[in-house]
């Protein structure tokens, strides 16, 4: 079938809206009608080649859509099912699978790298009949998408959030809770910061508040960014564009320092900052994700002698099967503020300026484009 697409043909130059042929879904696949896709730095990243993918292709990588048609063999969607689509889709076989890390599946980062479905290859074509890779086994900037089946989380019907909140449980959601419930383990009272207040730090706040901890400080270069960063539930917010955000937080912290400093924003220059902001045992939950050929200056001295860790985190550890499904019903009670997470609706031709309003560091929240 004809569908519509933003295509990445060339780092750091617009995409153009075209017409894209999409193919049958094969074996354990179904075709969607795309809802909803936010729009998360990694996309601006990618856009950039900051995050290499093969190019042609087209991202977009936190969607929910809907079951238009199922491939052969598929059991347990239907046509109307709504999905949320997972970036990352455990093969189940492969040793990071076997033991027990399928956000690290090695068979599905290959795919995920080359823009490929899971039998390694891609369901779209442009108009001269050339492979176009798609983004993330989703391909959300696209009307319609050919998704696994296994990758493709049922929305259960009584769950009636809009598609737009919905879509925000494939990345911002899922990473945001997965960094401090999974990999920090963050319990009442632990001290937290949030080095970046988008998307996915807004999300590492809300479920830090959720778990109690405290202080929970917000630290961003955007005083903009203040006012959403209290309401997700921090207790204090820093401009580091203002004041260096290292003795505030010691100062918050009754001098120790904190026990988990969650790198959210992917800057070189934070990164060093949530390492001196540590307390002696702390870890800094490195989620953002800088340029290829970043480098930081972080002195290893403190590393032994004050037991410092840095964990990167790639999914917050999320299992994304498992772990969607139940997200899914907490944020169903609200408790998650996915309301207020997104704070404007686009479109597949707003691309461009979205990219600029989220490097520029404009972008409260989340924007995401809605389909018709
Ligand atoms: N590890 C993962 O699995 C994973 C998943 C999704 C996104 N990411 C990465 O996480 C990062 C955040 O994504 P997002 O969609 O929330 O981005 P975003 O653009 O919505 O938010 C980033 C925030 O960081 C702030 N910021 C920038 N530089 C800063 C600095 N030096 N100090 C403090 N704040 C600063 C910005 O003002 C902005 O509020 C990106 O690097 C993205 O690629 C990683
Ligand atoms: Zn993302
Ligand atoms: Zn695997």
């Not at 193919?23 to 900051?50: I, T």
């Not at 290893?300 to 498992?322: C, D, N, Q, S, V």
Request: proline share 6%.
């Amino acid at each position: 079938m004809k569908i519509r697409a933003a295509v990445l043909r060339e780092y750091n130059v617009p995409m153009e809206i075209e017409e894209l042929e999409l193919a049958e879904p094969r074996e354990k696949e179904v075709q969607v009608k795309m809802l909803a896709c936010g729009f998360c730095h990694s996309d601006a990243s990618v856009w950039l080649g900051y995050i290499p993918q093969d190019v042609p292709m087209v991202p977009g990588h936190e969607a929910c859509a809907i079951v238009e048609k199922v491939g052969p063999g598929v059991t347990k969607l239907k046509p109307g099912d709504r999905v949320i689509g997972c970036w990352m889709v455990p093969c189940g076989y492969c040793f990071q699978c076997r033991r027990g890390r399928p956000n690290l599946c090695e068979i599905s980062m290959k795919h995920f790298q080359e823009g490929n479905l899971l039998d390694g290859t891609s369901r779209l074509t442009d108009k001269n009949g050339k492979r176009v890779g798609m983004g993330s086994f989703i391909t959300g900037f696209a009307t319609h998408s050919v998704m696994p089946e296994v990758g493709a989380i049922k929305v259960p019907d009584h769950i009636k959030l809009p598609p737009e909140q919905l879509c925000q449980l494939g990345c911002s959601v899922a990473t945001g809770w997965g960094a401090v419930v999974n990999v920090a383990k963050a319990r009442e009272g632990d001290s937290v910061a949030v080095f970046g207040c988008g998307g996915i730090g807004l999300n590492a706040i809300r479920f830090a508040a959720l778990r109690n901890c405290n202080p929970i400080i917000a630290v961003d270069l955007e005083e903009s960014k203040k006012q959403i960063a209290l309401d997700f539930g921090a207790t204090h917010f820093i401009n580091s564009s203002k004041e260096d955000p290292v003795p505030r937080i010691k100062e918050l912290t009754g001098g120790a320092g904190l026990d988990y400093a969650i790198e959210a924003s992917g800057d070189p220059g934070a990164q060093v900052q949530a390492w001196y902001s540590l307390r002696a045992g702390g870890t800094v939950i490195a989620i953002g994700i800088p340029s290829i050929d970043s480098t930081t200056d972080i002195p290893m001295f403190y590393a032994p002698l004050h037991a410092k860790t840095i964990r990167g985190t790639l999914y917050g550890e999320t299992h994304p099967t498992e772990d969607l499904p139940s997200l899914m019903e907490v944020m169903n009670t609200g408790a998650l503020k996915t309301d207020k997470l997104v704070t404007r609706l686009i479109t597949l031709d707003d691309l461009d300026e979205v990219r600029e309003a989220i490097l520029a560091r404009k972008v409260i929240g989340r924007w995401v484009i809605k389909y018709d």
